[in-house]
């Protein structure tokens, strides 16, 4: 009888779980599967992503269906997604940028962020005002719409700011003091740097300078419209060749890629006391991008990078499938509970084509950052653990 008890109980739950996967694929709404799996099938560089309380996770990135802007997509619980289509044009009343110029117009790496019950997106793009007829040419601008999915329009005709030299990779960080600040990186353009690396690629004959992206950070003013002060150089390439950084840092230069050093894609938060700022190295282009942090007790600074960098890195050399990580954002399982790193890669199956991956990461109790990825195998839902 207990037998025939328990084959009845296996019986009825089969034909529960049965149904419920039924009922579940005919349904609309977004699967609740208990796994998901990298690299999602979206088509970006850059992605950032947004949350917006009571509503969705809205991503945003480089590339994608946009022409002469940026698209969006939108998602309930980070693993399924709903194209949103176009939402930012540069041919929008205040447009500052020449989309003929070089890479397209070069509409790279936005960011969203909700203010005062306004959407802004902050963004570069190459600027029309181009007396010296510069190649790369990169401002930073910002326009708003009233809903994530835009339209956006530009606050101005014009970028943000022009420090004097290209830039690109704007991030914002909302500061619990009050103050708003403005991160992104200086581009190599032009901007070549002595240092033992470049003493050591001389040597070998293989370039005659290197030039380098450093990342600064500046207080925005709270309508948006310009800085406040001067910038502040935050983080550059170590100089030195026996830094525990330089060895991943100038791979694109030591394996004879290119003559440049990277520091770019910054995403800054703020954990307890402590300002952690995500950064990338190495050619975005290639296989060694990859991403580190550093910490400061001050927006502005001093940071020191971490001891455990690379925290994300290509893994081929262990028998998988990824390279070229980089240029995250951060963003938190719909419980809230669980911390996620959001970046582009490519695989051995997309070859050349960035698509997004979302990983879990941590902030251990010493402080220190660490990445649970690149990962392509199945995993936990976020929220599910």
């Keep these: 009888?207990?037998?025939?008890?328990?084959?009845?109980?296996?019986?009825?739950?089969?034909?529960?779980?049965?149904?419920?996967?039924?009922?579940?694929?005919?349904?609309?709404?977004?699967?609740?599967?208990?796994?998901?799996?990298?690299?999602?099938?979206i088509a970006f560089g850059d992605p950032y992503v947004l949350h917006v309380k009571g509503d969705k996770y809205y991503m945003y990135g480089t590339g994608g269906s946009a022409k002469n802007g940026f698209a969006a997509y939108s998602s309930a619980d980070l693993v399924h997604w709903k194209d949103e289509g176009q939402v930012y044009h540069a041919s929008n009343s205040n447009?500052?940028?020449?989309?003929?110029?070089?890479?397209?117009?070069?509409?790279?790496?936005?960011?969203?962020?909700?203010?005062?019950?306004?959407?802004?997106?902050?963004?570069?793009?190459?600027?029309?005002?181009?007396?010296?007829?510069?190649?790369?040419?990169?401002?930073?601008?910002?326009?708003?719409?009233?809903?994530?999915?835009?339209?956006?329009?530009?606050?101005?005709?014009?970028?943000?700011?022009?420090?004097?030299?290209?830039?690109?990779?704007?991030?914002?960080?909302?500061?619990?003091?009050?103050?708003?600040?403005?991160?992104?990186?200086?581009?190599?353009?032009?901007?070549?740097?002595?240092?033992?690396?470049?003493?050591?690629?001389?040597?070998k004959g293989w370039f005659d300078v290197i030039e380098e992206s450093w990342v600064y950070g500046v207080e925005l003013k709270p309508d948006f419209s310009g800085v406040t002060g001067e910038p502040v150089?935050?983080?550059?390439?170590?100089?030195?060749?026996?830094?525990?950084?330089?060895?991943?840092?100038?791979?694109?230069?030591?394996?004879?890629?290119?003559?440049?050093?990277?520091?770019?894609?910054?995403?800054?938060?703020?954990?307890?006391?402590?300002?952690?700022?995500m950064y990338s190295a190495n050619y975005f282009g290639g296989r060694n991008y990859a991403v580190g942090y550093a910490t400061s007790k001050s927006p502005l600074g001093p940071f020191t990078k971490a001891a455990n960098n690379p925290v994300l890195q290509k893994n081929v050399e262990n028998g998988g499938i990824v390279t070229g990580t980089g240029h995250n954002s951060i963003t938190y399982s719909p419980d809230g509970k669980e911390m996620f790193c959001v970046y582009h890669a490519r695989t051995s199956e997309t070859g050349e084509k960035r698509v997004v991956f979302i990983d879990r990461m941590e902030i251990q109790e010493d402080g220190v950052l660490v990445v649970e990825g690149p990962t392509t195998a199945p995993q936990a839902v976020p929220g599910s653990r």
């Design 233 to 277: 150089l935050l983080l550059r390439p170590p100089v030195k060749m026996d830094d525990k950084q330089s060895e991943w840092e100038s791979r694109s230069v030591t394996s004879k890629e290119i003559n440049r050093r990277w520091t770019e894609g910054s995403v800054a938060f703020k954990k307890g006391d402590t300002y952690y700022m």
């Design 95 to 203: 447009g500052w940028s020449d989309s003929t110029a070089a890479w397209n117009g070069a509409y790279w790496a936005p960011e969203v962020y909700e203010y005062k019950g306004r959407f802004y997106i902050f963004y570069s793009a190459q600027w029309k005002e181009n007396p010296g007829k510069e190649l790369e040419n990169f401002r930073i601008g910002v326009a708003v719409s009233d809903r994530p999915t835009g339209p956006f329009t530009d606050l101005n005709n014009k970028p943000v700011f022009d420090p004097g030299y290209p830039v690109i990779d704007a991030n914002i960080l909302f500061d619990k003091n009050g103050k708003i600040y403005l991160y992104y990186s200086r581009c190599c353009y032009k901007h070549p740097v002595e240092s033992e690396v470049a003493d050591w690629a001389r040597e």
């Design 1 to 41: 009888m207990k037998q025939l008890t328990q084959i009845s109980i296996a019986s009825l739950l089969l034909t529960l779980t049965l149904n419920t996967t039924a009922l579940l694929a005919q349904s609309a709404q977004p699967a609740t599967g208990p796994t998901y799996q990298n690299p999602l099938p």
